[in-house]
T-cell receptor, first 115, second 111 residues
Framework: GAGVSQSPSNKVTEKGKDVELRCDPISGHTALYWYRQSLGQGLEFLIYFQGNSAPDKSGLPSDRFSAERTGGSVSTLTIQRTQQEDSAVYLC?????????????FGPGTRLTVL | AQSVTQLGSHVSVSEGALVLLRCNYSSSVPPYLFWYVQYPNQGLQLLLKYTSAATLVKGINGFEAEFKKSETSFHLTKPSAHMSDAAEYFCAVTGGFKTIFGAGTRLFVKA
């Protein structure tokens, strides 16, 4: 597609349920990033993929969070046993991935609300 | 380790006035610095970036930023604010694959 897409755009879930958030990067982009944007706060780095590999998973808030990327394209962020503090906008970005200064292109985000 | 501090969560200027959004960074490696903008109900987009070439960087929509190593700053400026500049602005730093964003500064432009 022309840009980064994310689905769903909004997700309301009950505490304790699992959720999956999807990101479709720009075609050909090898680098993919997940961030979390909480109300009134900046973007919190969660994880980075270069191809299908995630060199550093230390940004994931807890072991309830996991992410994978398949075929060097689509990525899924999974949150297990959701908690109210997980409520936030989850943003995905992709870049050409050739150098660290490559521009990151952001998707519109998934707004997650945990009741 | 890297960090970014944006001074002022809210800045209000009159239309036509100078816009100055402040950003200070900390980095243990030579930093690459970015400014992103988020318009209401839209995704983030890149305004400009510093990649160790020229210290004065020009971006879109008349914005520019100057990298000052001695002050560890990368402030964003625009000579004359326009109503359409009302948005949230994020400063970010990276020295590798991990990009650290500031908390953001919301710019209000008064008619």
């Amino acid at each position: 597609g022309a840009g980064v897409s994310q689905s769903p755009s909004n997700k309301v879930t009950e505490k304790g349920k699992d959720v999956e958030l999807r990101c479709d990067p720009i075609s050909g982009h090898t680098a993919l990033y997940w961030y979390r944007q909480s109300l009134g706060q900046g973007l919190e780095f969660l994880i980075y993929f270069q191809g299908n590999s995630a060199p550093d998973k230390s940004g994931l808030p807890s072991d309830r969070f996991s992410a994978e990327r398949t075929g060097g394209s689509v990525s899924t962020l999974t949150i297990q046993r959701t908690q109210q503090e997980d409520s936030a906008v989850y943003l995905c970005a992709s870049s050409a991935g050739l150098v660290f200064t490559d521009t990151q292109y952001f998707g519109p985000g998934t707004r997650l609300t945990v009741l | 380790a890297q960090s970014v501090t944006q001074l002022g969560s809210h800045v209000s200027v009159s239309e036509g006035a100078l816009v100055l959004l402040r950003c200070n960074y900390s980095s243990s490696v030579p930093p690459y610095l970015f400014w992103y903008v988020q318009y209401p109900n839209q995704g983030l987009q890149l305004l400009l970036k510093y990649t160790s070439a020229a210290t004065l960087v020009k971006g879109i929509n008349g914005f520019e930023a100057e990298f000052k190593k001695s002050e560890t700053s990368f402030h964003l400026t625009k000579p004359s604010a326009h109503m359409s500049d009302a948005a949230e602005y994020f400063c970010a730093v990276t020295g590798g694959f991990k990009t650290i964003f500031g908390a953001g500064t919301r710019l209000f432009v008064k008619a």
